[in-house]
């Protein structure tokens, strides 16, 4: 099997044009065939908030209302991701940008509304990878933003480490497949230090101990779950990084 | 040669769900294969608006700038574009939603500066039909926003109208082609009366008289241009009628 790089960008290096510069510059150079995943950064709460929409926030998340997704789907599938694809394209890269609606790539269903109702956030439900091994094959790089569809109509918004991780997992059997979880810090860290290995074993502690918290909760466990599901290699990297062989935290599984 | 429709949408249809909702489920009943190329309607001057950037009017036109560009590259590569994309999933049509920065579909310069600068505004170099192509021939449907870009990571806003005929005149060398174009009226016009057929002397005609005027003159040109260029059948129509054989106004090369 030949090898693929499942790569995500994400954090403050989107809301940032010269640290993305920095970044496809460094993507471009890796040889392999990739796939890059984005996020939103905050440009889409930015846009909202430009828009007069206020953020509903429960239990310290926002809820994804029908304006906010319009935003998100503007902002993730047409700004972001357009700017990423004409990039790659000035960079020789040929490149293709896809939400999981295009070629039915990403199929989901909107969250339970209970305990809390998040409104329209999408859980995967199943990767469709044949259109994206094609196009890989042909030597085009597929560019996906962290929006889903659930098959009535409705695009759906996903959380792009999922996104990424559900895709790495999709096309393993196909490829050798390594995920990339890059964004502005050196990977998951412990005050200061880099922690260059994660096992399971390590997190529960790190977790327990208040040492990784928040956003990095779900990205660990994201990172876990492609291990799981077939993807060879998991690491949390910082996106200056992206072409290093070896990197930041490298997920390890027992 | 296969038959092949490629379908403009336009005008006010597209700021309107329930318009928009009776034109897809008319367009999917077409069995033939078929290229969708969809405009922005009014959402993007709405949207510019809310956001507060004043409108930049030269000669009675709309300057391009780059945050109106912005505006324009997430309503129709975002909003308008996975919104029509995720309804004809649900329709069961697989689509695929495209700029013509993906997979360098339509590479395009910056019109000149002089004696207008109508900004980041794009003038179509060269349309690549071969991945269309492909997916016509898998049963994808290719949904097309009225986006190009300049090859040096730029995206530029160009004419919907031109894009259907440009990629209707790509793909006449594989396909026997139609394009239709379409929008709330029922054809050109002469006041009340349906201008059935239209050849070069009468479109003269009634663009010296008068008759036809403003946004409609371009549209007839751009017809005109298709037909030239190999384009089988090109006429102009209302979007309820998609999937008649024959309505609107049909043009005659003579």
Known sequence: MSALKVIKIGGKV???????????????SIREPKVLVHGGGSIASGMSERLGIKPNVVAGRRITDTETLEVITMVYGGLVNK????????????????????LNIISATKRDPEPVDFGWVGDVDQVNPEWVTTFLNKGITPVLAPLTHNGSGNMLNTNADTIASSVASALSSDFETELMLCFEQTGVMNGEKLI??????????????????????????VGFQALKNGVRKVNIRNFEDVAKPDSGTVFISN
């Open 14 to 28: 989107i809301d940032d044009n010269q640290k993305m510069d920095t970044f496809l510059e460094a993507f471009v």
């Open 83 to 102: 700017k990423i694809v004409a990039k790659l394209q000035s960079l020789g890269v040929n490149a293709v940008g896809l939400s999981g609606a295009d």
């Open 196 to 221: 260059t290995e994660m096992n399971q074993l390590l997190y529960r502690h790190l977790r327990d101990t208040g040492v990784v918290t928040d956003g990095m909760i779900p990205k660990i466990e």
